[in-house]
C-alpha cells in the first residue's frame, strides 16, 4: 500500500509536500507535529468563521447556531476521517530494511521504536488518537439517543446530528457507524508491516463493506450506494 499511501500525500497532511525544508531546517517531529495541527486548525477555523458569523448576524441567538457549528465539524471530519487517522498513526508505519533496520515510511532517517524523538512522537500519536475516538464516540452517542430524541420532539438534537442522521436511513442508522469504523481502519492497515496481511486485511475490510452495502443499502441517495459498491469492488479488483 506504499504508493497509494505515498501519492496522497496531501490527502495525510503531509506538509513536506510544500518543500517546507527548501528554506528552512524542518525535523521529522517537527513535521509529524504540523500534520497533527491541520486538523485542529482546520477545525479552530471553522469556529472562528461561526462565531465571527454569529456575533455579526446572529448575535441574539448564538447559542442556537451551536448545531450548525457541530454539523459542518462533523461533516468535515467525516469527509477527512481516512486522513486523520492516517496523518496520526505515521510514527507507526514502519518499513524493514534488508540491515534488518526499520524506519519510518514518511522520514527515511528515524528509526522505528529506536531513540526520544520517535518515542516522543508515538506518544504524540497515542494523544492524537483521542480526536478520532472522541468524534466515534459522539457518533454512537447521537445514534443511540436517536429515538429517544425523536419521541420526545428534541429539535436541537436533531439538527445538531444532522450531518450523520440525514445521510443514512433511520432503521440502518448502525451502518453510518461501521462505515466510519471501515474508514478508520482503512487508514489503520499501512501501519501492519508484512505487505502480504495489509493486503489481506484490506480485501476482508472491502468484502464485509460490500456486503453491509449491498444487504442494507444505508446512504439515502440510491447512487451513493452504487458508487460506494463500485468502490467496494474496484479495490477488491485492483
Not at 477527512?80 to 507507526?92: E, N, Y
Request: net charge neutral; proline share 5%.
Amino acid at each position: 500500500l506504499q504508493p497509494v499511501v505515498e501519492s496522497a500525500g496531501f490527502l495525510a497532511f503531509d506538509v513536506s509536500e510544500l518543500r517546507v525544508s527548501c528554506h528552512m531546517h524542518v525535523s521529522s517531529i517537527e513535521s509529524y507535529l504540523s500534520r497533527l495541527l491541520v486538523p485542529v486548525a482546520a477545525l479552530a477555523f471553522v469556529c472562528l468563521v461561526h462565531f465571527v458569523c454569529t456575533a455579526i448576524w446572529y448575535f441574539h441567538s448564538a447559542m442556537a447556531r451551536f448545531p450548525i457549528l457541530f454539523g459542518a465539524m462533523g461533516s468535515i471530519f467525516m469527509a477527512f476521517s481516512i486522513s486523520v487517522v492516517l496523518a496520526t498513526l505515521s510514527p507507526v508505519q514502519c518499513m524493514h530494511h534488508p540491515n534488518n533496520l526499520w524506519t519510518m515510511r514518511e522520514e527515511m532517517s528515524e528509526l522505528c521504536w529506536e531513540g526520544s524523538r520517535h518515542m516522543w512522537m508515538v506518544v504524540a500519536a497515542a494523544f492524537g488518537t483521542l480526536l478520532p475516538i472522541s468524534f466515534l464516540a459522539a457518533v454512537t452517542y447521537m445514534l443511540r439517543a436517536f429515538p429517544a430524541k425523536m419521541r420526545e420532539g428534541d429539535i436541537r438534537f436533531l439538527n445538531t446530528a444532522q450531518f450523520v442522521l440525514s445521510r443514512y436511513r433511520a432503521e440502518v442508522r448502525y451502518c453510518a457507524l461501521f462505515l466510519i469504523v471501515r474508514n478508520m481502519a482503512l487508514a489503520i492497515v499501512p501501519t501492519i508491516p508484512d505487505p502480504v496481511v495489509q493486503v489481506v486485511t484490506l480485501q476482508t475490510i472491502s468484502i464485509c463493506s460490500l456486503i453491509v452495502v449491498y444487504r442494507y443499502q444505508p446512504s439515502r441517495v440510491a447512487f451513493a450506494n452504487i458508487s460506494e459498491a463500485g468502490l467496494c469492488i474496484g479495490t477488491l479488483l485492483a
